[in-house]
């Protein structure tokens, strides 16, 4: 079984920074890429940014470029997120996503972490 384990939500003010991180646990497993995703009460979850793991190359959604960047670190199966410049309306849950490959497993899994919130004041 793998989990997602996300960390580094909390309260920060406009203008200030957070960094996110989602480690994938569990047994063997391949990773194809990894992400972040956010929703807020009422809405549809939005891609925030998207990492592959062999290559490294990111994507971006417009309203989080230049301030949020995204990193991983494969031997820890870790991917971060970097926020920097926080604008309130940047508030909201954010999850980490993975597509990933159990062992022994023929088919590709998209699995989601619980959240994290993300309060910025003003």
Not at 12 to 23: D, E
Not at 38 to 65: C, L
Not at 87 to 102: F, G, S, V
Request: glycine fraction near 10%; hydrophobic fraction near 30%.
């Amino acid at each position: 079984q793998v989990q997602l384990l996300e960390s580094g939500g909390g309260l920060v003010q406009a203008g200030g920074s957070l960094r996110l991180s989602c480690a994938a646990s569990g047994r063997t497993f391949s990773i194809s890429d990894m992400g972040w995703y956010r929703q807020t009460p009422g809405q549809e979850r939005e891609r925030v940014a998207t990492v592959t793991w062999s290559g490294g190359s990111t994507s971006y959604a417009d309203s989080v470029k230049g301030r949020f960047t995204i990193s991983r670190d494969n031997a820890k199966n870790t991917v971060y997120l970097q926020m920097n410049s926080l604008k309130p309306e940047d508030t909201a849950i954010y999850y980490c996503n993975a597509q990933l490959r159990p062992a022994a497993a023929a088919s590709w899994y998209s699995y989601w972490g619980q959240g994290t919130q993300v309060t910025v004041s003003s």
